[in-house]
Nanobody, 125 residues
């Protein structure tokens, strides 16, 4: 499975961006899709995840109420809508895919996600 992100860019604080993730290949075993970010000299942070079964969504406290993830059924992928962006949201954003039944257990943990996209840069000034 290959994941390809798009839609990053630069925006002023308070603005919005939507990043997309398209999945190619054998995706029928997907249990969760997730979004992560990593800023320079910081650890990777789990932001949001969506379960294939039921469409349940999960968010980190840092983005809850500002970011929304949803499915893109036409591309077997997901979207991440980001509103009220802050300079501290500046990072490389990655989508990821999991086949683990317990892919989200309260915390959006990168170790449960086996496939990763190449990342897209988001810069908020």
């Amino acid at each position: 499975v290959q994941l390809v992100e798009s839609g990053g860019g630069s925006v002023q604080a308070g603005g919005s961006l939507r990043v997309s993730c398209a999945a190619f290949g054998h995706t029928s075993s997907t249990k969760c899709m997730g979004w992560f970010r990593q800023a320079p000299e910081k650890e990777r942070e789990g932001l949001a995840a969506i379960r294939t079964l039921g469409g349940y969504t999960y968010y980190a406290n840092s983005v809850k109420g500002r970011f929304t993830t949803s499915r893109d059924d036409t591309k077997n992928g997901v979207y991440l809508q980001m509103n009220a962006l802050k300079p501290e949201d500046t990072a490389t954003y990655y989508c990821a895919r999991s086949e683990a039944p317990g892919c989200v257990m309260g915390v959006i943990d990168a170790s449960y996600f086996q496939w990763w996209g190449q990342g897209t840069q988001v810069t908020v000034s």
